[in-house]
């Protein structure tokens, strides 16, 4: 069984069909790109695959179940995480809480167990911590943890960020344009993390991603998308000569 299998999914904003049969079936470990032209419908199939939007058509079948019509939490407690491209941090609160209330989702306590401080509610707010604590460690940011996001480097607010959406160990992890606002040293150091994590984590990755150094140096697979159609899907060679992505990134009259 695939691990993501999307068939045939469309979604209309009103008249604008920004997304139109968008298929893609991933197997367990790939490290896959979805790259496209300015507006080309590529958050909002990461919108859809997360469950904030509901397509308008199409199945979503993650590890065999529809997800269509689940609730983002939902989503999530099956094993897909997410980060945005406008990265999203609650910037009052320290890096250590961040990734603590991001595994909020599934919690398996009562607000009466959280109220009386329970055996339950004090066993889960320890494995909770626990797990904070590891993935700050292993991804070196545990010096952090008192911070708040708001007072630290771009660079590291976006490990953070992919740190939050680790914690909850998810099978498929989504990064919505990973390099976005980072300098060329930070974006070498992203290409190593994101290396470091697939590697260590044995997670299946997929990327948005405009920069094509960060694309073609990890994605072993790349789907195209321009307007909401996909127009290619292939290895790094390919894409990178197929004239129909250098048309849609170019334009006709500079080919
Ligand atoms: N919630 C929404 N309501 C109405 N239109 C939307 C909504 N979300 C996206 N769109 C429109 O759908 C199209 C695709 O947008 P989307 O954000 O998915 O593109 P993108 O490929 O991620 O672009 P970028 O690379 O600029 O982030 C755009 O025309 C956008 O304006």
Redesign the pocket.
Known sequence: MSLLEIKNMSQN??G?R?LSEFSIRFERGELMALI??????????F?LTSGF?KPTEGEILFKGQNTVGLKPHQVTGLGIARTF?NIRLWHDMTVLDNIRISQHHNLGYSLWDSLIRSGKYLGAEARIEKTAMEILEALDLLEYREELPKNLPYGIQRKVEIARALSIKPDLLLLD?PAAGLNSADVQELIRLIRWIHKEFDITIWM?E?QMAVVMTLCSRIKV?DF?KTIAEGTPEQIQNNPDVIKAYLGDENI
């Open positions: 904003f009103g604008l920004a496209g032209p300015n507006g080309a419908g590529k958050t909002t199939v919108n939007y491209q344009e948005i405009h998308i909401g």
